[in-house]
DNA sequence: GCGATCAGGT
DNA sequence: CACACCTGATCGC
């Protein structure tokens, strides 16, 4: 594993990393090697489970049963073997070679036979192509086309997640309460006219005119969601807007008109801008200094006013307006339920659990306090939602039970001391810089020694985390894992004096290891790295992945001016290039910063020998992720080397490949002109089928998620998701 | 001038 | 979608 360097306080080597990645033999079992899980597969739809993906060729099996260190990817018995074009078993040659073929299964490459025989010429180090890999990645192709199948099952359990069929109860119009058949007559719902005979353009003409007719009467509709909804549209609702206008005008006369919008989403009237604070002013999305301190600032001088005069003029211009807004909010409270609109906390769909504790179901874990949390991650407080309390640390940002914090650096508090950081991610570390003088900073040693470089926190202020020892912080237990996302990323087990221990995943992608490692007291939250916690994001294992790279540049490599760039983060993906590097017996380029980079994740001295920084030493190079996001900058990397390379495969490695498209395909191939990309599902989180059997495994009493997306992603949506 | 922070982009 | 990061603008010391 990548941590596995920090077992040894002397020796940061990735271990065992000796061994070659030979994709070219039938691979083995390794020592370590477990029998492939035979419990059922989870799966929302009992009925379909006989479409399992063929646990003998998983990569769990094929490949050392999962595991991470580079060098155990594959077995260490087989060093890249000089093989042996003549063993080749021409009906499987066709199958590998389809491999890359059918990467471009949107058209350009390769048509079958004639691509073969370049599949031949470019394997350079020749290869069984009866290889287990090759059967793997078909095969897992196959189970993943079937999969598909599933697809809108597993849609259906989102759609009928709690917070889904609440949504549907809640935009269903009072008019249509009964049943809303298609059949049922259908209403204006300005002037109650019977507008079942009309066609739907019809009907929409039809309100139309009423509501252009009707307007001054608005406050009259029968249906609260209705005027919600036209808050959420004042283009359609003019009159709203007028409603709205004093509190805009009066924005836009401070020069603040690009923040209208806030305003007018927020609802903010007149009485409610009077009331708010400079902490509100953030939390609805005024981030900026500048603006906000010249609202806080314009604000007190109004409310000032306001004292010194309490029926001014301008107040009594705006008495209709306050007086509207508040027959609004007592018509909205007589007739729910109500439209949920855009800004509304998801809080609301849960009454009470919000402020409830712990929420505790038998068996099944809950999403704790799921619903105020995703609330305060994106927009740290909202509107009434705090009495003036400064920044809210979110959920996953705590560890319940103890004083600590975890990844929570933009939320420094002084009464905290204890910080810990799962990664090297700047989504995790985002708020830490060398000033920080908040205690103590509790990491591995990969991360230590990146944070000490990059980010230059001196040594005292970090303690170093070593995998799998339990150490007592404070009084309470503290142990960390392997986190299997970047080199030095963990995940950590807390266990407080009061029996309840917590399990913090940071950002990690499931392996059956960690299982093993995580036996001991049973973990009663969960904070999960919800990512991509769907079920339309599946991808395959990173060794199959991997594998498809490596067979996709052999296929490639017949033109000798190919530039072949892979993509990176500041760390990850290393695995994936290093892979290459070691199948292909090819230096790969890196820049002198990503060399000094890679020199502090404890990569063997072999493995260091695969980089160089000499650029015409290797036509791999590694390159940041984001180059390769558009054609225009490949095209300018291609001119840069137009007398060198006449082609340029770039690899794309990300997990978002597999989003609604080409879903859980190995990879994709697209062309322009002389430049190819490939997007691969090459993800460091765990997809969603592991989130599944990791929860499923770790059978938590509560689970905290990670997320950044709300909506229909709700903490509770995903927690019911995941149980299904 | 520099570091920190934010907005907007891939 | 928004991974994890970049660039450029702005702010504060």
């Known amino acids: 594993m990548w941590n596995t360097a920090g077992d040894d306080d002397d020796d940061f080597q990735i271990p065992p990393s000796s061994s070659q990645l030979s994709i070219r033999k039938p691979l083995h079992p390794t020592i370590s090697h477990r029998p492939p899980r035979k419990k059922p597969r989870l799966s929302p739809n009992p009925g379909k489970e006989n479409i399992p993906p063929a646990p003998e060729f998983t990569s769990d099996t094929c490949f050392s049963s999962g595991s991470h260190a580079l060098g155990s990817i594959l077995p260490s018995s087989s060093s890249t073997p000089d093989c042996i074009p003549s063993s080749v078993d021409c009906s499987s040659a066709g199958d590998s070679c389809s491999l890359a073929a059918e990467v471009g299964n949107d058209g350009v490459l390769v048509g079958g036979e004639e691509k073969k025989g370049e599949c031949f010429k470019a394997n350079r180090e020749?290869?069984?192509?009866?290889?287990?890999?090759?059967?793997?990645?078909?095969?897992?192709?196959?189970?993943?086309?079937?999969?598909?199948?599933?697809?809108?099952?597993?849609?259906?359990?989102?759609?009928?997640?709690?917070?889904?069929?609440?949504?549907?109860?809640?935009?269903?119009?009072?008019?249509?309460?009964?049943?809303?058949?298609?059949?049922?007559?259908?209403?204006?719902?300005?002037?109650?006219?019977?507008?079942?005979?009309?066609?739907?353009?019809?009907?929409?003409?039809?309100?139309?005119?009423?509501?252009?007719?009707?307007?001054?009467?608005?406050?009259?509709?029968?249906?609260?969601?209705?005027?919600?909804?036209?808050?959420?549209?004042?283009?359609?609702?003019?009159?709203?807007?007028?409603?709205?206008?004093?509190?805009?005008?009066?924005?836009?006369?401070?020069?603040?008109?690009?923040?209208?919008?806030?305003?007018?989403?927020?609802?903010?009237?007149?009485?409610?801008?009077?009331?708010?604070?400079?902490?509100?002013?953030?939390?609805?999305?005024?981030?900026?200094?500048?603006?906000?301190?010249?609202?806080?600032?314009?604000?007190?001088?109004?409310?000032?006013?306001?004292?010194?005069?309490?029926?001014?003029?301008?107040?009594?211009?705006?008495?209709?307006?306050?007086?509207?807004?508040?027959?609004?909010?007592?018509?909205?409270?007589?007739?729910?339920?109500?439209?949920?609109?855009?800004?509304?906390?998801?809080?609301?769909?849960?009454?009470?659990?919000?402020?409830?504790?712990?929420?505790?179901?038998?068996?099944?874990?809950?999403?704790?306090?799921?619903?105020?949390?995703?609330?305060?991650?994106?927009?740290?407080?909202?509107?009434?939602?705090?009495?003036?309390?400064?920044?809210?640390?979110?959920?996953?940002?705590?560890?319940?039970?103890?004083?600590?914090?975890?990844?929570?650096?933009?939320?420094?508090?002084?009464?905290?001391?204890?910080?810990?950081?799962?990664?090297?991610?700047?989504?995790?570390?985002?708020?830490?810089?060398?000033?920080?003088?908040?205690?103590?900073?509790?990491?591995?040693?990969?991360?230590a020694k990146l944070v000490n470089m990059k980010i230059g926190i001196p040594w005292e202020r970090l303690q170093v985390l070593h995998l799998n020892q339990k150490v007592n912080i404070a009084g309470v237990d503290v142990t960390c894992f392997d986190a299997n996302h970047c080199p030095g990323s963990i995940m950590i087990r807390f266990e407080p004096a009061n029996g309840k221990a917590v399990l913090h995943t940071g950002d990690f992608r499931y392996s059956e290891e960690m299982l093993n490692l995580l036996t001991g007291s049973p973990i009663s939250s969960l904070v999960l790295d919800t990512t991509y916690c769907n079920p339309q994001y599946d991808f395959p294992k990173q060794e199959a992945v991997i594998q498809f790279v490596v067979e996709a540049i052999q296929a490639e490599a017949f033109n000798p001016k190919t530039l072949f760039l892979i993509g990176s983060y500041t760390i990850g993906k290393e695995r994936l290039f290093l892979e290459v590097a070691r199948v292909l017996r090819e230096k790969i380029y890196i820049n002198p910063a990503k060399l000094k980079l890679l020199e502090c994740l404890g990569f063997s001295k072999e493995d260091m020998r695969w980089f160089t920084v000499k650029e015409e030493e290797s036509h791999i190079h590694v390159v940041p992720l984001w180059t390769l996001a558009s054609f225009k900058r490949l095209k300018h990397i291609a001119n840069r080397y137009t007398n060198r390379y006449s082609l340029i495969v770039a690899f794309s490695p990300t997990g978002w490949t597999s989003g609604k498209s080409k879903k859980k395909s190995p990879g994709r191939r697209l062309q322009q002109g002389t430049i190819i990309r490939y997007e691969v599902p090459y993800s460091e989180h765990s997809s969603f089928t592991e989130l599944k059997e990791f929860v499923q495994q770790v059978s938590p009493e509560v689970i905290i998620p990670s997320v950044n997306n709300d909506g229909p992603d709700s903490a509770a949506a995903m927690v019911s998701m995941l149980l299904t």
């Not at 719902?189 to 079942?196: F, Q, V």
């Not at 003029?313 to 609109?341: D, F, M």
Request: proline share 5%; aromatic share 6%; with cysteine.
């Open 126 to 447: 020749g290869y069984s192509r009866n290889s287990m890999e090759a059967r793997l990645l078909s095969k897992s192709r196959v189970s993943l086309r079937l999969e598909d199948e599933e697809e809108d099952e597993c849609c259906f359990v989102e759609s009928d997640s709690e917070l889904d069929v609440l949504i549907k109860l809640c935009s269903e119009p009072e008019g249509s309460n009964s049943g809303g058949g298609k059949d049922d007559s259908i209403q204006c719902p300005l002037c109650e006219t019977d507008i079942s005979g009309l066609s739907e353009e019809e009907r929409h003409v039809h309100t139309n005119n009423c509501l252009d007719t009707q307007a001054p009467e608005q406050g009259s509709l029968k249906s609260s969601c209705f005027i919600e909804e036209s808050v959420d549209d004042p283009v359609q609702h003019p009159e709203l807007v007028s409603d709205l206008s004093p509190v805009l005008k009066w924005v836009r006369s401070l020069g603040l008109a690009k923040y209208e919008d806030v305003f007018l989403r927020e609802e903010i009237d007149w009485d409610t801008l009077q009331s708010l604070t400079e902490e509100d002013l953030l939390s609805i999305g005024i981030t900026s200094l500048g603006p906000r301190k010249k609202i806080a600032n314009a604000l007190s001088a109004l409310r000032e006013e306001a004292c010194a005069s309490s029926a001014e003029p301008q107040a009594q211009s705006l008495s209709n307006v306050t007086e509207r807004q508040r027959e609004r909010s007592t018509t909205r409270k007589a007739s729910e339920p109500r439209k949920p609109t855009a800004n509304k906390l998801i809080t609301e769909f849960f009454p009470g659990q919000a402020t409830d504790g712990i929420r505790k179901l038998p068996k099944e874990p809950v999403a704790e306090k799921s619903a105020a949390d995703s609330g305060c991650r994106r927009a740290a407080v909202r509107r009434n939602g705090n009495n003036g309390k400064s920044k809210v640390v979110p959920q996953w940002n705590c560890v319940p039970g103890t004083p600590f914090r975890v990844d929570a650096f933009k939320y420094l508090t002084r009464d905290c001391c204890h910080w810990f950081l799962t990664h090297f991610h700047l989504d995790h570390y985002q708020g830490l810089t060398k000033s920080f003088s908040h205690g103590k900073i509790y990491c591995s040693l990969i991360t």
